[in-house]
């Protein structure tokens, strides 16, 4: 079993940010191989969507905490049906790419990333898998919380929109070992 999860915050207000592209990415996905539609759940504090791809179940998770409280939604999820930190891959913003720049890394520190911080808390481990899509930096470091909740400027969303099948490639990549 594989746990595929979009960090982002609830609420129609920061649907459209840069710390929810992620969930977007997973929507995408979802929509592109018709796996159906997400339900939320109370339990997880998530809306979640399960599939079978390849013969292999896969939990889709988008956390309806907030971004530094994601670990609240995953881990009692990853505990539940046992899934280890190997089968986790977690899609989210990048502030030290430049936007549409995307690179996987396992295990590692959450690197000031409140939503990773909370994960590797709450799961114990940093061992997960993780699609880091850059958003790029504000000009000033103490502008970041105000620049990952503003929105996409039309080039920007059309350059992440190109680089959707690389994020899909990467999930189908993990899906398959």
């Known amino acids: 079993m594989k746990l595929i999860v979009g960090l982002g915050n609830p609420g129609l207000q920061y649907e459209k940010t840069r710390h929810n592209i992620w969930f977007v990415m997973i929507d995408t996905f979802v929509d592109i191989n018709k796996l159906g539609s997400f339900s939320y759940d109370s339990k997880y504090k998530s809306e979640l969507l399960t599939a079978t791809i390849d013969d292999e179940k896969v939990i889709f998770c988008k956390p309806q905490t907030y971004m ?17 930190p190997k089968d986790i891959i977690v899609i989210h913003d990048e502030i030290d790419f430049v936007t549409g720049r995307i690179a996987l890394k396992v295990g590692w520190s959450a690197a000031g990333h409140n939503g990773l911080k909370s994960l590797i808390e709450r799961l114990g481990s940093p061992d997960f898998a993780r699609i880091r899509v850059g958003v790029d ?27 959707y099948s690389e994020v899909e ?9």
């Not at 530094?68 to 280890?84: C, E, H, M, W």
């Not at 490639?169 to 070992?177: D, P, R």
């Open 68 to 84: 530094n409280r994601s670990g609240d939604a995953v881990a009692p999820l990853a505990q539940f049906y046992k899934i280890t």
């Open 137 to 163: 930096r504000p000009t000033h470091n103490a502008m970041v919380a105000d620049y990952v909740l503003s929105t996409f400027k039309p080039e920007e969303k059309k350059l992440l929109e190109e680089k």
């Open 169 to 177: 490639k990467i999930i189908e990549t993990f899906l398959k070992g």
